[in-house]
């Protein structure tokens, strides 16, 4: 088992990336709202800090997925990424990484 980690600042592909998630059989993910690294600096700055002030709705410029998955599946979910966003090498987009899980367990209500 891997945990995937996907750090992806265009929302615009989330929808596709998460719905193909469910197409391989990734039936569970955490989508959490963030702040990168630009966005924070950029508040220090006081014309940029007006200007996000005047456009409601920019709180979280990032979005991190998580999600629990067997090696096949991080294969499938690494290509369906690279088929979603496109060229990997255009800067801005995100990037998607792995860590190897010791244990996991399930905890069901």
Avoid: N, W, Y
Wanted: proline fraction near 4%; aromatic fraction near 6%.
């Amino acid at each position: 088992m891997e945990l995937i980690v996907l750090v992806i600042k265009q929302a615009k592909f989330l929808d596709e990336i998460l719905t193909g998630f469910v197409d391989i059989g990734i039936r569970g993910a955490t989508v959490v709202g963030g702040r990168g690294m630009g966005q924070v600096l950029s508040s220090d700055v006081p014309i940029f800090a007006s200007l996000k002030d005047m456009l409601p709705g920019l709180d979280f410029d990032t979005h991190m997925v998580f999600s629990v998955a067997d090696r096949e599946q991080v294969e499938k979910a690494m290509a369906l990424v690279k088929e979603v966003c496109g060229d990997c090498d255009e800067d801005g987009i995100g990037v998607l990484f792995t860590l190897p899980v010791g244990r996991f367990m399930p905890i069901k209500g």
